[in-house]
């Protein structure tokens, strides 16, 4: 039974709802981060397995680009939960809701 | 034969990794949930001839950005168990209906067909030299950005680093 | 030299400039030394350029600036003939001395470097005003004139009449302006250019004498707006709010006459329509009367002065609309002698006594001002007309010339010399309130004479009040008409030029005249040499509602205020609080408060916890699949 591509992109989809439901459902920061790394993760394994059904190596290189995305912004994302768990010693998004209109 | 055990198994991690990291109240499980997740997703990059992929998602995500998680989850002290309970009255119906509702209709255009090119006659080779030949040549301006991007993420990292709310003496 | 014209202009104007920026740094007296510069040597300048026309070699000559408005004919081009030089001269000469007479007036004042500012920028407005070369030009000054007036009727603004005055006196001239405007727009319609040359020279070629006759009339209401004629005369005896100087430049020498000059400048249209002519000639004549039985009654000593002016102008009009044009003009730079020498000898008075202008708290100034006094004198017999000063020489000529036009003139000449004999009473019993009888100052108030630079001015248009007459006298030999021979050929086309009638006529005339005048003079002396003048009403015995009718200016004010100006406040204040409250400010509210209203509702959407936010995208995602499933995608 051969490994077709749609398997790993039932995976990639499988990976990435929980991902997304990781967003919806926790409360703390730094896990949704990691949720959001694993959406991002989920989508980078269709990349290239689409690009290997296709014959296309630019699938690696667009992979290569949101790993480095995702780089920036975790450093920048981190440094923006120290400075607001140093302000409110909480990592809680919940209690970030001063602008509730 | 061997790619479908692979996929067997690490497919079985992957999605452990997953489900840990969202169901687990301490974060720092989740971290290593997650890590277990990207070590796996690695696998797969090596399966599909993603070698340099596979390296870089080693060391750059496995290594490099979740030992930066876990140092932050270490450091700011929430590495005790979460409170599960939800307080937003229908986010949990609402998340829960969302995402099989994603998944239905990700199955119901998948069932047609999940792709719909032929399969190419051999996969490509992401050894080093190819996805650098193509990084320098048909993607040299977004890969120049990139460091723009990347020294402007390293100076915002500092700035926040250095910024104190409390007011000077 | 004449190629060089526009410097006439351009001295005092950069003196405004100059003076706007560094005059208040310069303080006093510099500033008004740099004013009286400039204007000083811009007379210089205008005498040098007219030296042909007093050989009689000269001709007109257009200078062309710069181009404006060429479609229109309406360029910056200056016109440089005997009548503008005429009255650029006077300009100049008047305002030099009167710009020197401020330095010594405007001492103290706190916004002395701004006074000079604004005089200057008058200057170099009216010398556009009577240098331009065609409609366009002659608008332009004709507006900046009035800008500037405004600005120095209400110089000290911090006092609300003065600022009043500046408004009244603005508002009033926008009346006449509009008729001034669709005036240019039909001589534009008619003739297709707004330069004086094509449009002034044989006119007839181009319009009916219907048209002209419109085209004139919209033209004099511009003038009778400028002029402070019947029926738009009310504003400058309020103009009086302004300081000394002021009035004797802007409201007594120059500005006010800028109609008499447009319509001589238009003089051959005016020819073409006898009933505009007519027209000028008779609200000439019934303003003068009238202006004069106000300032039989008036306590205010600049304000009899104002009403004399009106009066004065009126002469100008009647000689103006009776074809004596050069008459007109002659007039109008005798009296800009004598009147400025008037109003600059009420300042004088003025400012002896700390700013009191009731002349019930004058009197006896004779002796204490014998400078002020001396000139006042030359000034009271020249505007009452004693040969052989200058105002005998300008007025009878214009009497002579109406008396020898005939037919209804003959009745305008009757009024004209009702009026030379109330000219005598008021001016008269100017004097006697102000510098003859007893004195009546208040306590405390030591008059002084004023200091040279003050008096020097007072000096020197006194000479031209007593001795520019004599330069159009009707004699041959020396005396000869010096001033008609100048002025000639700028009138040249005019087909009717009016003369003194010839023979004994004018002898005759000038002698009922003097009569008049004398008798008037010997009433007023009579009347008001006693105690307490002041209360003393001019012809009945005791105070009358009559003489209270025409000492409030025959209610003119009044009627004014409540049929025209209370209707318009109505509306004013209706557009104000009812309309713009109600309708204006309503729809926006109505739109802010919609917006507030649905803002309301739309709030709760916006919970601030950034997980609903996430779970409602990740909604539009699945929104988004099931609208790809629908379409039938894959």
Do not use: C
Request: proline share 4%; net charge neutral.
């Amino acid at each position: 039974m051969d490994v077709t591509a749609g398997w790993y992109l039932a995976l990639g989809a499988a990976l990435f709802v929980i991902g997304a439901s990781g967003m919806l459902l926790r409360r703390n920061a730094l896990v949704m981060f990691m949720s959001i790394e694993l959406m991002l993760n989920a989508v980078n394994l269709n990349f290239v397995v689409i690009g290997r059904h296709t014959g296309d190596l630019n699938g690696q290189v667009a992979v290569f680009f949101v790993m480095v995305v995702a780089a920036a912004e975790v450093v920048v994302g981190l440094a923006i939960m120290i400075a607001v768990f140093r302000r409110r010693a909480s990592a809680s998004v919940d209690d970030l809701a001063t602008l509730k209109g | 034969m061997v790619e479908l055990v692979l996929f067997i198994v690490f497919g079985a991690i992957a999605l452990a990794g997953a489900l840990s990291m969202v169901l687990h109240p301490n974060p720092v499980h989740g971290a290593l949930g997650l890590m277990a997740t990207m070590l796996s997703i690695a696998v797969f990059y090596v399966v599909n001839s993603g070698h340099f992929i596979a390296a870089v998602q080693v060391v750059v995500y496995a290594g490099a950005v979740m030992t930066l998680f876990l140092f932050v989850i270490m450091l700011i002290g929430v590495d005790r168990h979460e409170n599960l309970e939800e307080s937003l009255p229908i986010q949990r119906p609402l998340a829960i209906a969302v995402g099989i509702a994603f998944l239905v209709l990700l199955g119901l255009i998948g069932g047609n067909a999940w792709i719909t090119a032929p399969e190419a006659a051999s996969p490509p080779n992401g050894t080093v030299e190819n996805i650098a030949d193509l990084l320098f040549t048909d993607w040299l301006l977004p890969f120049e950005v990139t460091t723009l991007l990347l020294i402007i993420a390293s100076v915002g990292a500092v700035a926040l680093a250095q910024y104190d709310p409390r007011p000077k003496e | 030299m004449v190629d060089y014209i526009w410097i006439i202009i351009a001295l005092p104007l950069t003196g405004a400039v100059f003076l706007h920026f560094f005059g208040t740094r310069m303080g006093e007296p510099a500033a008004g030394a740099v004013a009286s510069a400039t204007i000083g040597l811009s007379f210089l300048y205008a005498l040098a350029a007219a030296a042909d026309f007093f050989t009689g070699s000269g001709e007109a000559e257009a200078v062309h600036l710069f181009d404006w408005i060429p479609a229109l004919g309406a360029n910056a081009q200056l016109l440089w003939d005997p009548l503008s030089a005429v009255m650029t001269l006077t300009v100049t000469g008047v305002g030099t001395l009167i710009h020197v007479y401020s330095i010594g007036y405007m001492h103290g004042d706190p916004r002395y470097g701004r006074f000079f500012t604004n005089l200057n920028f008058f200057a170099a407005s009216m010398l556009i005003l009577v240098l331009a070369d065609n409609f366009g030009l002659l608008f332009v000054g004709w507006e900046l004139v009035g800008l500037s007036s405004y600005m120095l009727i209400s110089f000290w603004f911090t006092r609300p009449s003065a600022a009043a005055a500046g408004k009244k006196a603005f508002i009033v001239n926008r009346v006449g302006d509009v008729g001034f405007l669709v005036g240019l727009m039909l001589i534009l319609a008619n003739f297709n250019t707004l330069t004086y040359g094509a449009v002034l020279e044989n006119p007839a070629r181009f319009v009916t004498a219907g048209t002209a006759t419109a085209i004139t009339l919209l033209l004099l209401l511009g003038a009778v707006g400028k002029s402070a004629q019947i029926p738009l005369f009310f504003w400058l005896p309020d103009a009086m709010e302004g300081p000394t100087p002021v009035s004797a430049l802007i409201h007594a020498a120059t500005m006010v006459t800028a109609g008499v000059y447009m319509v001589a400048r238009t003089a051959s249209l005016f020819e073409l329509s006898s009933f505009s002519a007519g027209t000028v000639a008779t609200i000439g004549a019934f303003t003068a009367l009238f202006a004069a039985t106000i300032a039989l009654t008036q306590r205010d000593i600049k304000r009899v002065l104002a009403y004399s002016t009106i009066s004065q102008l009126g002469y100008m009009f009647l000689a103006v609309g009776s074809g004596a044009y050069i008459a007109g003009i002659f007039h109008l730079v005798t009296h800009a002698f004598f009147k400025a020498l008037l109003f600059l000898g009420s300042g004088s008075v003025i400012h002896a006594l700390n700013d009191e202008q009731d002349m019930a708290k004058m009197g006896g100034l004779r002796k204490v001002m014998p400078v002020t006094h001396a000139t006042m004198v030359v000034g009271w017999l020249a505007i009452i007309g004693i040969p052989p000063l200058a105002g005998f020489w300008s007025k009878d000529e214009i009497l002579a010339i109406a008396f020898g036009e005939g037919g209804w003139f003959t009745f305008l000449w009757v009024i004209g010399l009702i009026t030379a004999l109330l000219t005598a009473v008021y001016m008269t019993r100017w004097m006697y309130l102000t510098f003859w009888g007893e004195s009546r100052w208040e306590d405390g108030v030591e008059p002084h004479e004023s200091p040279p630079i003050m008096t020097v001015p007072l000096i020197g248009l006194a000479v031209g009040g007593a001795f520019f007459g004599l330069l159009n006298t009707p004699f041959r030999g020396p005396l000869r008409p010096a001033f008609e021979h100048f002025l000639e050929p700028s009138f040249e086309g005019v087909i009717a030029m009016a003369h003194i009638p010839s023979g004994a006529t004018p002898w005759n005339l000038a002698t009922i005249s003097v009569v008049a005048a004398a008798l008037g003079a010997l009433f007023a002396y009579r009347r008001y040499r006693g105690a307490r003048a002041y209360e003393i009403p001019p012809f009945a015995s005791k105070r009358t509602g009559v003489w209270r009718w025409v000492g409030a200016g025959y209610y003119v004010d009044d009627i004014i205020g409540n049929l025209l100006v209370l209707p318009g406040k109505l509306v004013a204040a209706w557009t104000a609080f009812v309309f713009d409250n109600e309708v204006i400010d309503g729809s926006v509210r109505a739109v802010g408060g919609g917006v507030r209203r649905i803002g309301g509702w739309l709030r709760p959407l916006q919970t601030g916890f950034v997980r609903s936010y996430a779970a409602v995208t990740f909604a539009g995602v699945v929104g988004l699949l099931v609208w790809f499933v629908a379409r039938g995608v894959g």
